[in-house]
């Protein structure tokens, strides 16, 4: 396969492929399975292949994840009222050691929404209410976000979740963005990166999701790096020189120091150039030639260059990192939301 050609034909077949039937390969992820379909549609829609599924019967199976209130409930305590991820978190084996149904999920429920907007389905017609009541009681104290309503780690994947969230709703009533503006930047590290959690080590999903809540929730402007003697929250400076460091010799992005780089943060990485107006600062040419260097023999991509067997997560992102560079064939992306643009 030319290095240094774009293989659409086969990365069609195999995100077709994908979301078809999963390889077994994958029941590991059982619990991650909306999410994983996000991966297979979303690569399609990128594509412009969205006709080889059924839409309709895409939509029926994500609103059948839904966790919908009983009669007596009370919205405002007990259950998140967002999407399971699989089967599995919505009807748990009844010897299952206790046992919990109905957990949705806040990542799960991006992927649930995300899905649907793709597909052009009305987000109107699910249960926005309770989703949203029960959303903000997941926010704790400190602006963060737990997942689910059991408990779980908190970070900014899943306050970036949040703010996604109500974005594509179109409803900022579930969250309070002044709390999670206050965690986000707590999260900054002296180099300008973003940590997971407050004074952790800078990564660039964090910190993808730290810039795009920021800019969802409004308290960052477009092309901010174009202006920098406007008032900011975050150190910007720093942060555009912690995210540039991170592309490699080889024209590819790590995620952290001294670690390789990888697929998918030429997304990560790059969605944070983007947002910023800073993209144009990067060596484009040489990320392409990266990134093609880890596309499959089997279509799709892998983690590193030169390795041949895809997996959907690294497959996804590498098209949506083609898709900021313009690549021809290719949807253009909205960077913050992860979908395509026309989805909106």
């Not at 809540?213 to 406007?230: C, E, K, P, T, Y």
Request: proline share 4%; hydrophobic share 40%; glycine share 10%.
């Amino acid at each position: 396969m030319g290095k240094r050609d774009f293989e659409r034909l086969r990365h069609v077949a195999f995100f077709d492929a994908m979301a078809t039937e999963l390889p077994d390969e994958y029941a590991s992820q059982e619990v991650n399975h909306l999410t994983l379909a996000y991966f297979a549609v979303g690569g399609l829609s990128l594509l412009r292949e969205l006709d080889r599924i059924n839409k309709d019967e895409i939509a029926k199976w994500i609103l059948s994840f839904q966790v919908h209130p009983e009669a007596n409930d009370d919205i405002g305590v007990g259950l998140f009222y967002g999407f399971c991820g699989s089967r599995s978190t919505q009807f748990p084996l009844p010897n299952t050691k206790d046992p919990c149904c109905d957990v949705s999920h806040l990542a799960s429920t991006y992927s649930a929404l995300a899905i649907l907007k793709i597909i052009g389905y009305d987000l109107a017609n699910i249960d926005c209410k309770a989703l949203l009541l029960s959303l903000k009681k997941l926010q704790q104290p400190d602006g963060s976000f737990m997942p689910t309503h059991i408990g779980a780690e908190t970070d900014l994947r899943f306050v970036y979740c949040a703010a996604a969230i109500c974005s594509m709703l179109d409803d900022w009533t579930g969250m309070d963005k002044l709390k999670a503006e206050e965690y986000i930047l707590n999260c900054q590290s002296y180099d300008g990166g973003f940590g997971m959690v407050p004074g952790s080590e800078s990564h660039g999903g964090g910190t993808f999701c730290a810039v795009a809540a920021l800019h969802l929730m409004g308290f960052i402007q477009v092309d901010l790096a174009s202006n920098l003697r406007d008032s900011s929250s975050i150190n910007i400076c720093m942060l555009l020189e912690w995210c540039l460091q991170r592309q490699v010799t080889n024209g590819g992005f790590q995620g952290r120091r001294n670690k390789p780089n990888d697929t998918c943060y030429a997304f990560w990485v790059g969605g944070v150039l983007k947002i910023l107006g800073a993209y144009h600062l990067i060596d484009r040419c040489a990320l392409r030639g990266f990134l093609l260097t880890c596309q499959s023999p089997y279509g799709g991509f892998t983690k590193f260059p030169d390795d041949r067997i895809p997996d959907i997560y690294h497959s996804y992102y590498g098209l949506a990192a083609l898709s900021l560079l313009e690549e021809d064939g290719l949807e253009p992306l909205h960077v913050d939301l992860g979908i395509l643009s026309a989805a909106l």
